[in-house]
């Protein structure tokens, strides 16, 4: 597995893809997420977004990325806004990799706490194992948030 965090233009469809081939994010959750490809591209690390890319080889197309940030107003938080791995490579530990280089990156930028939004839905519950399984603590609950009986659960890890 190779990773890179530099994004180029061609990640722009790359990440459309991993967002609808996934099966987890609406049309507006997949322009959002593309979205920040293009805004870091354009403005640089002044967007304040930051990425991890995982692809099998060098010179193939990424099949995971992770997307964070510091939180702006705050002195040490992180937000890790996406992370999503294609659906026919989940579960080889990718996920695991991307996450953990996102965290070590934080880290040397001097981030102190990650937070991490997502949904209570039971589509989800494989996603919130995964961040429990990475240390992650269920800190806060935003009831009806997204939708009727689809609550925001909000997950934090620091050191
Ligand atoms: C959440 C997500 C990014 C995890 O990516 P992944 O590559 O599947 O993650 P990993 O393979 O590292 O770990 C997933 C599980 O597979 C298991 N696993 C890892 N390697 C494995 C292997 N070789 N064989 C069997 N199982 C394995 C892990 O133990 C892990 O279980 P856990 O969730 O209880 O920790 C991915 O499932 C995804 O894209 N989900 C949809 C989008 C999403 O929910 N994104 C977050 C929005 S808030």
């Given at each position: 597995?190779?990773f890179?965090?530099?994004?180029?233009?061609?990640d722009?469809?790359a990440?459309?893809d991993?967002?609808?081939?996934?099966?987890?994010?609406?049309?507006?959750?997949?322009?959002v997420?593309?979205?920040?490809?293009r805004?870091r591209?354009?403005q640089?690390?002044?967007?304040l977004?930051?990425?991890?890319?995982?692809?099998?080889f060098?010179?193939s197309?990424?099949?995971g990325?992770?997307?964070?940030?510091?939180?702006?107003?705050?002195k040490f938080s992180?937000?890790l806004?996406?992370i999503?791995v294609?659906?026919n490579?989940?579960?080889?530990?990718?996920?695991?990799?991307?996450l953990?280089?996102?965290?070590?990156?934080i880290k040397?930028?001097?981030?102190?706490?990650?937070?991490?939004?997502?949904?209570?839905q039971p589509?989800?519950?494989?996603?919130?194992?995964?961040?429990?399984?990475?240390g992650?603590?269920l800190?806060g609950?935003?009831?009806?948030y997204?939708?009727?009986q689809d609550?925001?659960?909000l997950?934090?890890?620091w050191?």
């Amino acid at each position: 597995m190779y990773f890179r965090e530099q994004p180029i233009l061609q990640d722009i469809d790359a990440v459309a893809d991993i967002l609808l081939r996934s099966g987890f994010f609406n049309d507006e959750e997949q322009k959002v997420g593309v979205s920040l490809v293009r805004e870091r591209l354009e403005q640089g690390e002044k967007s304040l977004y930051f990425f991890q890319f995982a692809q099998e080889f060098a010179d193939s197309k990424p099949i995971g990325y992770s997307c964070f940030g510091p939180i702006p107003g705050t002195k040490f938080s992180y937000d890790l806004y996406w992370i999503a791995v294609d659906p026919n490579f989940q579960r080889q530990g990718i996920g695991a990799h991307l996450l953990e280089h996102s965290e070590t990156e934080i880290k040397r930028r001097g981030g102190r706490r990650i937070y991490i939004e997502t949904s209570s839905q039971p589509l989800y519950q494989p996603t919130r194992n995964f961040y429990a399984h990475h240390g992650y603590i269920l800190e806060g609950r935003q009831t009806d948030y997204y939708a009727p009986q689809d609550d925001k659960l909000l997950y934090v890890k620091w050191w």
